[in-house]
């Protein structure tokens, strides 16, 4: 908590980059809110909410390319650029990610 | 052999309170206690009848009513007499009607009013309906009858359920594979006289039973009541096929045999040894009664359009009933009669009349669809007749058509037309100007309804909710592709059964105007290839992972969500074990080797070959299920135990507990093996289907393939593990022979298996599996399941491949697969003890409640 104040006012170190294999997603806490951070496999970052909108499928269990997240529950696909769902459905909450230091930070 | 169908327990009488001088109900006796008699008091009560009428119902057989019809399940063993009851005795009591079961009305007094029964008691009746129904017709042969006029034993019709149980009776012991029965024991030769549907049924359910069945049919072509000579002769050719030998155009002169049937000679002078015979030559309406009493009898008891026989009180309905000169066999014009009788009776509606049935039947004789309705050949000069035969697949379907009106139709193989087919028939609905449409769906067979005149509200897919007029506004949005219509809307992302339906009304709200859609070709949507092509490119540019596969075939080298899974799987199934796995290019199931649950948890299924468990396993899954509180423990369909709500995290430990190897219940893969109980225990198998399913499965677990893989093995016909509905169905027909079906499915789509061949052993069937599977995995579509593949392929060319080795690949598909059996490992085994990647196993959920799935 104190550690996450000291480096700055908005962003949480949730742990490291390795944490996340390529490609995949693993789900955090930051502040008290659930996110889920994918490392794709060319080296960007991303990071969602972690429950799916439309039925609370875990997306950090879902799959990537270089343009979405889909949902492993109902293959909801989310554009990473704004959140939005491809089919037009409720989309999802994005925040900014980022490494510094070998550590995942995300801005709440 | 004794007991009563639907009778009450020992002891219990019905009381008896009616009381003729205060009860003031008018009598109404039925006589006869079948389908029509039963139906008619049903019909009576239902409008109330019971307050007007005090009904008597007199039934020569002992039972409650049960269905005639299903008498040719329960001799095939697949339906228990017990489930055939229709009316109980109970059933009578308790609605106030007085039943004499067992007791044989001889006579009439119509002047008197009074019914004589055999057992000496006399009943006075009001109103009084025969519904006697029908015999079996014993035709004239010498030697067919004992002198007191008795059939021989051995000899039986097939009419009653006593008959029935006499026949089953006579079968029993007969199924212990391949020993001789004993002499004077069980029989092994049957011989059926008649080739109509209850001949044809019965030669049937004997012959799984095991028993050598002839068929003797005096017309020169089987049905020939409902079928044309050209499609009686296909019919013949689907019976052989089962194994029954069919001998035509030919009567049975003499029953051989003294004490006991021992054959049969036919006119030609031919003898058939038989230790069954089994009379099903047609069947005469049970007149006799009627006859002593004077009332008025053609070929059955004549009535008028109210069911009224010529005298004023006596009706007539059923089998046992002549209207304007035709006699019924079937039951719909049997009930018919019933609703008609009943509202005369009761007076709900005093000038009902019947006008006669236009019958159409639908039914399965001998494995074989059948539907027929009106008549089956031109009769005038000016009737249209279409015909369209394909011996070779078993098809014959034919229409005559008079003054645009549909008067006839002949199904036979294939029935799918029958529902649009029986409404032209029944209400004179307009036929479709090309007169094929009628027979054959030209529109690929998909939706029997023209998606122009589907309602816009009407439901297409059901699993997303998807309406007919959602997709029609996408479409008028400017979306003019399948692929993107069923992005946009979801529709078809399901089940996937919708597809085609889809299709139809993109293409039709296109009007045309319909995008070429490139990438409906394509292995995965990402990569612009089909999969011979790809599979091709792979191999060689040596592409051993799936980024290796975006990177050098992608657009712009660009990976793709939607791809990775089959491109997972395609990889594996070329490369075996020399593929380089990445776990982020699999699906979630596929990483964790569980499936994933609405809530985010995973189930848990542990390999149970065959279906076949032990104590010690069941109690180790027991422990198991405690120590992880495991919220819901269930039996699957698949004969395995699935263990429902486990957290990921827990996943490798469980895995360690069980030490049982993954049931792959998650993956796009060979699944399972059902069994039934075979030959060692079940009193019917003809070989030891749970060894060759544990076989099976041992051979082909974990096996990777485009969609799931579900197979079964039953150990004779009845299939108890519902073999015919698999994408491998394996079945026991007796003398070591295996029949292979392949394309079956009985989920969201339900298609039968197509039998591929019948080989002599288990190794044969295990390799011939593997040579489909192999064929299967490098040919299908991703997620294109078997029931669509086997049709769109074609049988007779999957036959020409895997039979005939007509491609010269069969050495390469076994090498295929072979190596995919060697790269198996167990994914629990592995990842387990040793995670795949880091937080492989960790929660992606791990604060917010999710919904759960409640906890039975």
Redesign the interface.
Known sequence: MSLTDLRTTTGHVVGRV??????????F?AGGT?I?VFRL?DGSLHATQ??CPH????????????D???C??H?Y?YRWSDGAA???ATGVRVYPVREVDGDLVVDV | MTAVLGGRPAGLTTLHLADDDTDSRARLVVVGNGMAGARLVEEVLERGGGEQFRITVFGDEPHGNYNRIMLSPVLAGEEHEDDIVLNSHDWYADNGVALRAGVRIERIDTAAKLVHADDGSVTAYDHLVLATGSRSFIPPMTGVRRADGSLLSGVFGFRTIDETRAMLDAVQGETVRGEEAPVGGAPRRAVVLGGGLLGLEAARALQGHGMQVDLVHAAPSLMNAQLDAEAGAILKRSVEELGITVHLDVLATEVVGTDRVRGVLLADGRRLDADLLVVAAGIRPNTDVAVVSGLEVQRAVVVDDQLRTDDPDVYAIGECAQHRGEVYGLVAPAWEHATVLADVLTGADPTAEYHGSRTATKLKVAGVDVATMGINTPERDEDEFLVISEPKRGVHLSVVIRDDKLVGATLLGDTRKVAFLTQAFDRGAPLPEERIRLLVDLTDGAEEVGVAEMPGDSQVCNCNGVSKAAICEVVADGCSSVSGVM????AG?GCGSCKSLVRQIVEWAADGDLAEDAAASYYVP?IPLAKPQLMAAIREQDLRSV?AVFAALAPGG?????S??GLTSLLRMIWGSEYVQ????K???D?VHAN?Q???TFSVVPQMKGGVTTPAQLRRIADVAEKYEVPMVKVTGGQRIDLLGVRKEDLPAMWDDLGMPSGYAYGKSFRTVKTCVGSDFCRFGLDDSTQLGIDLETRFQGIESPAKIKMAVVGCPRNCAEAYVKDVGVVAVGSGRWEVYVGGAAGASVRKGDLLATVDSPEAVIELTGRFLQYYRENANWLERTYDFVPRIGLERIKQVLLEDGEGIVADLDAGLQRSVDAYTDPWGQDGRQPA???QF???????A??QVPVR
Do not use: C, H, W, Y
């Not at chain 2, 992005?487 to 979801?490: P, Q, S």
């Open positions: 390795e944490d996340v294999p390529p490609g995949e997603g693993r789900a806490v659930q889920a496999r972690a429950a039925a609370g499928g875990p997306l950090a269990d879902g799959q990537t390319d270089v979405v997240l889909v492993p529950l293959l696909a491809t089919s037009g | 992005d946009r809307t979801r992302k990402g980024s660009q990976d793709d969500a939607r990775k899974m990445e776990n982020d290019a699906f979630i199931n990483r994933i609405r809530d985010g990647t880091p937080g960790r929660p992606a959920l791990p604060l917010v999710l919904p």
